[in-house]
């Protein structure tokens, strides 16, 4: 999904949906300024494009999150350095009782998400889109998933690990966690997707469908609407760019 997306996806929510806008603003405001900046950053691509005949090969996907500048100095010389948006140390529970943390996913690329395993709505497909990319990286480890749930009165383990066997997650690649709600609430919010309880909504919690593409360096690198079989597909295609970006040792 590419930015303006995003974009426009969060201001209509904003306004549709006003009881919920006080807690969601602030990933309006994060998806406008990012949409900003990386306009910039993308007129500065094409024409490095254009200058170097660049291939498609070499396409590279954004790092998305805001944009800290630094400046330091060094033997008298001032270094200005782009801080990006990072996914933070993490520790949850996984299906099978054991804790999966940040360094679980050390260099790999992997695909996060949030659900619920009693959610009548978006979960189901959601967790279909990311069942096709379970199956075509069987044999890849360097592809992982992460599925949080956001039902942590329900979600134990054992249920986790029940849902896991029923859509045939076999292995570890596909991890399913849980944790308190401060923790699964938090870092949603770094993985800048909505989640929260909400009595009004179908099974008592409401979230966004994101799949949230992250690289072997903890950067967001895609938002992908896990319902939208077409942007389903471009995650498909991003994450074999992803690998070869990575294979290459850029970041």
């Known amino acids: 999904m590419s930015n303006s997306e995003v974009s426009f996806l969060?201001?209509?929510?904003?306004?549709?949906?006003?009881?919920?806008?006080?807690?969601?603003?602030?990933?309006?405001?994060?998806?406008?300024?990012?949409l900003f900046f990386n306009r910039q950053r993308v007129l500065l691509i094409l024409v490095l494009a254009f200058a170097s005949c660049s291939t498609e090969t070499d396409k590279k996907l954004p790092i998305i999150g805001l944009h800290d500048i630094e400046q330091h100095e060094v033997h008298g010389k001032k270094i200005v350095d782009t801080s990006y948006h990072k996914i933070p140390d993490f520790s949850f529970?996984?299906?099978d009782s054991s804790i999966v943390t940040n360094e679980t996913f050390d260099d790999k690329?992997?695909?996060?998400?949030?659900f619920?395993?009693?959610?009548?709505?978006?979960?189901?497909?959601?967790?279909r889109s990311l069942l096709r990319i379970y199956e075509k990286y069987s044999e890849n480890k360097r592809v992982a998933l992460l599925s949080h749930s956001i039902d942590f009165k329900h979600d134990s383990p054992s249920v986790l690990k029940s849902y896991a066997q029923k859509l045939g997650v076999k292995d570890n690649?596909?991890?399913?966690v849980t944790g308190s709600k401060k923790d699964i609430y938090g870092i949603a919010e770094k993985y800048l997707?909505?989640?929260?309880?909400d009595a009004s909504a179908p099974g008592g919690y409401?979230?966004?469908?994101?799949?949230?593409?992250?690289?072997?360096?903890?950067?967001?690198?895609?938002?992908?609407?896990?319902?939208?079989?077409?942007?389903?597909?471009?995650?498909?295609k991003d994450i074999e760019t992803l690998m070869k970006e990575n294979k290459h040792g850029t970041n």
Not at 109 to 114: L, Q
Not at 173 to 176: N, V
């Open 173 to 176: 690649r596909w991890q399913f």
């Open 206 to 236: 409401d979230h966004q469908s994101y799949l949230v593409l992250v690289d072997q360096n903890k950067y967001i690198r895609g938002f992908y609407d896990g319902t939208n079989d077409e942007q389903v597909l471009q995650l498909l």
């Open 10 to 34: 969060l201001i209509f929510d904003a306004i549709f949906i006003p009881a919920k806008i006080g807690f969601r603003i602030k990933f309006y405001f994060f998806h406008m300024m990012n």
């Open 193 to 197: 997707v909505y989640a929260s309880e």
């Open 93 to 95: 529970i996984n299906q």
């Open 109 to 114: 690329v992997y695909i996060a998400n949030f």
């Open 116 to 127: 619920f395993t009693n959610c009548p709505s978006i979960c189901p497909t959601m967790q």
